[in-house]
């Protein structure tokens, strides 16, 4: 399973920007598709989880009602749509494919990281 990431980019703080998840490659481990972020001097967290099998979604409260994590499932892509977006939501963004939730070592599979500047 391999994950490519792209749309990372600079905007300004209310802006919007959608990031893409192509995933390449099946794996039983690799149902759920998870988006970290890692902000500047800040450990990674999970930001937006989605385990369509099961029925699970997850959503930090930073987050709620601003991004959206969509599936196209014909083509195998995710994506995270990022609304009104604040300075603190500066920081690189991985998508991953694991077994589902927050604990980084549910994923096996990572994207490389494209990063996403709010900024005036």
């Known amino acids: 399973v391999q994950l490519v990431e792209s749309g990372g980019g600079q905007v300004q703080p209310g802006g919007s920007l959608r990031l893409s998840c192509v995933i390449s490659?099946?794996?039983?481990?690799?149902?759920?598709i998870t988006w970290f972020r890692q902000a500047p001097g800040k450990e990674r967290e999970g930001i937006y989880s989605r385990h369509d099998d099961v029925g699970t979604t997850h959503i930090r409260d930073s987050v709620k009602g601003r991004f959206t994590l969509s599936r196209d499932i014909v083509n195998n892509i995710a994506y995270l749509l990022m609304n009104n977006l604040r300075s603190d939501d500066t920081g690189v963004y991985f998508c991953?494919?694991?077994?589902?939730?927050?604990?980084?070592?549910?994923?096996?599979?990572w994207g490389q990281g494209p990063q996403v500047i709010v900024s005036s």
């Open positions: 490659g099946h794996a039983r481990d690799a149902k759920a």
């Open positions: 991953a494919a694991g077994l589902g939730g927050w604990p980084e070592n549910n994923y096996n599979y």
